[in-house]
């Protein structure tokens, strides 16, 4: 899987208020490696910062390190509640110029992977509300304060956008009721129920219909332009790097080359490898994902190891001993016996 990337000023964001709010200590950030100061040189300096993307793996560093604090169980309330207007990105510019509730919520979906690609949003109709419901990319790893931090924000950015009047019908939660539960009263002004089926926000349709005081038609155009293609731009990325992984998985047996790929994909090699850095991989990671996937799935079935390293282009068994080896730390034979994800 190759990392996804996110807005930078959501990661950066969240290391502010998460020092703010004493849920971590400068001290730990510096020692996993995402100080401000990291997270700033990873950006490109001829972007301006609201148009900046950094690798998702960063935010949910972030969020571990959170939900790892005792002492601030509700960390994801806490966040969802702030709100800083100098904070605000691209895609929550245009938000704020939007004509109404409605037109906002219809932007924020058509253009949630501007923020996080792996936060997924889907809306539906029933009994006079509007249902919003709220997943993320399986296995990725958020923890639940980030799925409290993006129903309480929702509610929070339209009560800037529309006036404290706004409010949800109901909310609910797919996880069992947190011992910190009396935070969510005061974040959402509705009903809150637990162990559903969902996370989801019901949104009467009175709510979609209340103007954006700060609208502003003129600076709609101009945003809605710049987030058409910073989202292409997003696409774009990610059909590359499925590209690549394709291309090197159509032809492992004889070692894909890199002159193959910038030939097939018209692009030079630095541009190519320039684009993959961009999005968080490279061609040797991806070859190594390929790689090993393939090898695993193999293994368990029984393949004779000179097969799967003639499949995978190893110039020998041995290498393809080291290889397994180095990818899940242990030999293929292990792995045949133990029939289980390493």
Known sequence: MSPTRVSALAVLDLHDLLLQLGAIEAAQLQAVGLSRDRLLASCDPALPLQEQRLDERQLLGLWQLAAGNPALPHIGVLIGQAFNPEKRGLLASLLFQCASVGEALSTFLQHGALMNPSEHWTSR??????????????????????????????????????GEGFAPERVEFAGPRP???EYFAEAFGAEVQFGCAANRLYLA????????????????????????????????????????????????????GIEFLCEALHLSRPTLYRRLREQGTSFTELLEQERSQLALQRVRQGDPLQAISEALGFKDVSTFHRAFRRWFGHSPGAARQGGSAP
């Open 125 to 162: 109709d029933t009994d006079g509300c509007l249902c919003l419901e709220l997943a993320f990319a399986a296995g990725r790893g958020y923890p639940q304060a980030a799925v409290e931090r993006s129903l309480v924000a929702l509610v929070r950015w339209g009560r800037e956008l529309a």
């Open 179 to 181: 011992a910190y539960a």
């Open 205 to 256: 349709h009175g709510q979609l219909a209340r103007p954006i005081r700060s609208s502003n038609p003129y600076l709609k155009t101009l945003l809605a332009e710049r987030a058409r293609t910073a989202l292409e731009q997003v696409k774009a990325e990610t059909d590359l790097v499925e590209r690549v992984r394709l291309m090197i998985r159509a032809d492992l047996a004889g070692g894909p």
